[in-house]
């Protein structure tokens, strides 16, 4: 019998998965039980970074060659400043935020508008574990907290973190959430382009923001995609290991 090559096995893999595969989900997903090497998530990352046969979508994501126009034209991304594009992006860094968020052990929310929209190949609802909000406090304080993007509970159904996405809107205005959520032991997070970190550290000088600046946390696209891979090839390694 014929042995499949390790650049085979990736790629049959992302073929099952539609034709791309976050980073993460190949280490969780390819069987690398044969691969003659300590370091098999190195190769798969090597395998995508030199092969003709792969492509990168973004930061965490890749897609086969061979399916690049049909996976440009089903997330719209061929314009990237197309409605359809924005919505793919936004919703592309809300799932990778939420399934974080899942691999820790939180309950995770995102807003009722949101529900239905794509992550790969599921809707945001179909990986959030929460289909309501934690009635954690007064009504309209909840009202407000259920608008942010993506909101991490702890055991104890209080939020533990807020994430707002930033992709085209003003990060002024989910500042101002942040701010009218300050009372609460939790974290706050404005994900986008490092490009627009400049924007953000200006945005926080603001008086309003005072009180809340060292808690507000500036997270660069990379830098989710890349605690998205590492959780689970840490939970892959914990397949192969009790710990």
């Given at each position: 019998m014929k042995k499949i090559s390790q650049s085979e096995q990736v790629k049959e893999t992302m073929k099952?998965?539609?034709?791309f595969a976050t980073l993460g989900f190949l280490y969780n997903t390819v069987d690398v039980s044969n691969w003659e090497t300590k370091t098999p998530?190195?190769?798969i990352r090597r395998i995508l970074q030199v092969?003709?046969?792969f492509f990168k979508i973004k930061p965490g994501l890749w897609g086969l060659a061979e399916k690049k126009n049909e996976i440009v034209e089903k997330f719209g991304i061929a314009e990237k400043k197309?409605?359809?594009?924005q919505v793919f992006n936004h919703s592309y860094y809300q799932g990778l935020i939420v399934e974080i968020g899942n691999l820790k052990g939180f309950s995770t929310f995102v807003p009722n508008q949101d529900k239905n929209r794509k992550y790969l190949n599921q809707s945001l609802k179909e990986i959030t574990s929460l289909e309501n909000i934690y009635?954690?406090?007064y009504t309209e304080i909840v009202n407000r907290a259920k608008t942010v993007d993506i909101i991490w509970f702890n055991s104890r159904k209080m939020p533990l973190a807020f994430f707002e996405v930033e992709y085209?809107?003003?990060i002024y205005n989910s500042l101002i959430k942040f701010a009218e959520l300050q009372d609460f032991n939790s974290k706050f997070n404005i994900v986008s382009a490092l490009a627009k970190k400049r924007e953000f550290e200006a945005k926080l000088k603001s008086k309003v923001f005072e009180e809340i600046k060292d808690r507000i946390k500036f997270i660069s696209y990379e830098h989710i995609a890349?605690?998205?891979t590492n959780l689970y090839k840490y939970h892959s390694l914990q397949k192969?290991?009790?710990i």
């Open positions: 099952q998965n539609g034709g998530f190195a190769s092969s003709d046969a197309s409605e359809k594009a009635q954690f406090t085209t809107t003003d890349e605690l998205h192969e290991v009790s």
